[in-house]
């Protein structure tokens, strides 16, 4: 982030260049419950009621569960685990090499070119409270993402896909709604690595974009934060999603 953006960490969020060298795909939306459903014909999110949970994002998930720990990022490239991850169900339905973005191609992704704290070319109003400018981007913790027994509505929780407005590039929901996780290892400071791969090792893995729990300052596109790859806690995995990648070409 620049340093006069509002609510910016001077540690995680220092600019630096990254190079990304090969052209990909990502997915407009994240994965939902749908898609997640016909291939394991099982509901496994906190938040799939009847009424919308067909478009609602998946999440309620791990690391280790979308890739398996088989294989490890970056060691063992692109490999998942075909039989016991998630990734590899989908890539085995589909014969499609899908795979987590890194968090270079995530936020290239996500700004489309823009440079501000939201993908629109606006700014954070203020460090806290209600964004107006996020409340047209995306689901957070003022505009109805509040958690809890409030939940068994269908307004609040996740929102469903494709509820807000789209970045330039018409790509959704990457601030607020569900966290989204990259392939590469969290390093609180990641200019000292080769950044289109994240660093070689480390114990948490990378998220992005915020989620309906959090506050509009953690919604930015600079925003970084981390996770273990193995958590189990329900509360923090049912704000925790996936949105696919894939290489150019191969959808063609």
Known sequence: SPVHE???NETREVPHL???K?????GIYPVTQRQLERIINQRLSYHKLDADYATRPVENITYVSWRGSKYIWPESKHDVDIEYSRAGQFRKFTGIEFDLPTEAQWEFACRAGCGAAFYDGTELEAATGESANLNRLGRY?????ADGAECAAAEAGTAKVGSFEPNDWGIYDMLGNVWELCLD???ENPTGYDVEKGPASGFDRVRRGGSYRNPASTCRVAFRSSISPTSTVSEENRSIGVR???????CE
């Open 18 to 20: 990254v190079t990304l």
């Open 22 to 26: 090969d052209d990909y795909y990502i």
């Open 6 to 8: 509002t609510g910016r």
């Open 244 to 250: 696919f990648v894939c290489p150019a070409g191969v």
């Open 185 to 187: 290892w969290y390093q």
């Open 141 to 145: 913790n003022v505009n109805l993402g």
